[in-house]
């Protein structure tokens, strides 16, 4: 059973960074589908950054120029660097890999 554990949340101040981490657990990563989503209280899940295989990197436009994803095959990690933080960027934040969620680590953008 894959397991997939998030970390690197917490409170900031806008402007700040962060850099969230999620480690998987009973899989490879081989072409599959991997990426971040968020989400904010009343809104749905929406995507952050995904690639496939790392060919290519989608950026949800509100965060491009900011957020930058990247992987380690070796670790089988991806992680997901975050720069000039905004309120809007408060919410929970879920790695997905092959299908698989974590359970999910809050942001909070504080002004």
């Known amino acids: 059973q894959a397991q997939l554990v998030e970390s690197g949340g917490g409170s900031v101040q806008v402007g700040g960074s962060l850099r969230l981490s999620c480690r998987a657990s009973?899989?490879?990563?081989?072409?599959?589908?991997l990426g971040w989503y968020r989400q904010s209280p009343g809104k749905s899940r929406e995507m952050v950054a995904q690639?496939?295989?790392?060919?290519?990197?989608e950026y949800a436009d509100s965060v491009k120029g900011r957020f930058t994803l990247s992987k380690d095959d070796a670790q089988t990690a991806i992680y997901l660097e975050m720069h000039s933080l905004k309120p809007e960027d408060t919410a929970v934040y879920f790695c997905?890999?092959?299908?698989?969620w974590g359970q999910g680590t809050q942001v909070t953008v504080s002004s």
């Open positions: 997905t890999i092959a299908g698989y």
């Open positions: 009973g899989l490879t990563f081989g072409s599959f589908r």
């Open positions: 690639t496939y295989a790392g060919r290519y990197i």
